[in-house]
């Protein structure tokens, strides 16, 4: 469609039988359409933006909700959506504070991206960007909390029941005193999808628990991140002595291949997929 073909949203109402303020909402919501925008800022739709809200249409007459019907619409759209896109989505409505249009825009990244994918293109590298703009001040603490919140609630939905299988066991912790665990729930997803059981202890877990967890489990491995140096060297002992009882390997942040040394651990790769890859592949 040529620009001067394209359509006002007041056309295209018409045309599809949606109000203005409906379209504007699966917009903001699914992602649904992508219309350009003038110099004055009125929204110009393509015919690709006529055709799925069309096709969300049929979606809700046959019985869909209208979260599944965008789902539906989207992944029959040429092209996909880009991983630029969707990152710039996930910020939007993150920093909006707009819980259901996040969702929304984690929906189409699972769906239409492959798990490995989804996570290193725009899962890991967006939680980066947000720690760097909330290191500015770009960003308020309580975006920070909301943003980290509404992912982590999603990367742990996305692990229910990775505990079940026959893979090898990796346990997963945080360190005493270290609160963020968002890579290291990304990097747990990573190695379920290669095959792995994961035991999740979570954040701020001291080592007596770990090495008893250990020695209930059995894990082929353990691995324990962290954003800060300080966190390692506090339980230092703690770890050394984790060590003798299973592979244990380190990361985040606050890892480093001398501190890796000292305690007896490996060091992950800076490229989560890449640590999957190397750890798994030392596990056959």
């Known amino acids: 469609m040529a620009d001067s073909a394209r359509l006002r949203i007041g056309e295209l109402s018409k045309r599809v039988g949606v109000s203005p303020e409906l379209l504007r909402a699966w917009e903001t919501r699914y992602g649904l359409v992508d219309p350009e925008r003038t110099p004055g800022g009125l929204r110009l739709y393509s015919e690709e933006d006529e055709r799925r809200v069309r096709e969300m249409r049929r979606q809700i007459a046959a019985g869909l909700s209208a979260a599944e019907a965008a789902r539906v619409a989207l992944r029959a759209s040429a092209p996909p ?30 769906d239409l991206l492959e798990l490995e994918t989804a996570l ?75 095959g ?13 628990d770990i090495a008893t967890a250990i020695a209930e489990l059995s894990p082929e491995l353990v691995v324990l991140g962290a ?16 060590s003798e009882q299973a592979r244990l390997a380190i990361g985040g942040a606050g ?20 640590a999957a890859r190397t750890v798994s592949a030392g596990a056959s």
Not at 129 to 154: P, Y
Request: aromatic share 6%.
């Open 81 to 110: 959506l880009s991983v630029e896109r969707l990152l710039s989505d996930l910020d939007r409505t993150l920093t909006a504070l707009d819980e259901p249009a996040a969702q929304a825009t984690l929906d189409r990244t699972f």
């Open 120 to 194: 290193a293109q725009v899962v890991l590298p967006f939680l980066h960007d947000l720690g760097e703009r909330w290191a500015t001040t770009e960003r308020s603490v309580g975006q920070e909390h909301f943003a980290s919140n509404v992912i982590g609630g999603r990367l742990r939905a996305l692990g229910r029941g990775w505990g079940d299988g026959d893979g090898p066991r990796a346990l997963l912790a945080c360190p005493p005193g270290e609160q963020h665990e968002l890579g290291l729930l990304c990097f747990g997803l990573l190695l379920r999808n290669r």
């Open 196 to 208: 792995w059981t994961i035991a999740y202890l979570g954040a701020e877990t001291p080592t007596s």
């Open 227 to 242: 954003m800060g140096a300080q966190r390692f060297l506090d339980a230092a002992d703690g770890l050394r002595a984790l």
């Open 255 to 274: 890892a480093s291949k001398a501190l890796a040394r000292s305690l007896g651990a490996e060091l992950l790769a800076d490229n989560l997929v890449a």
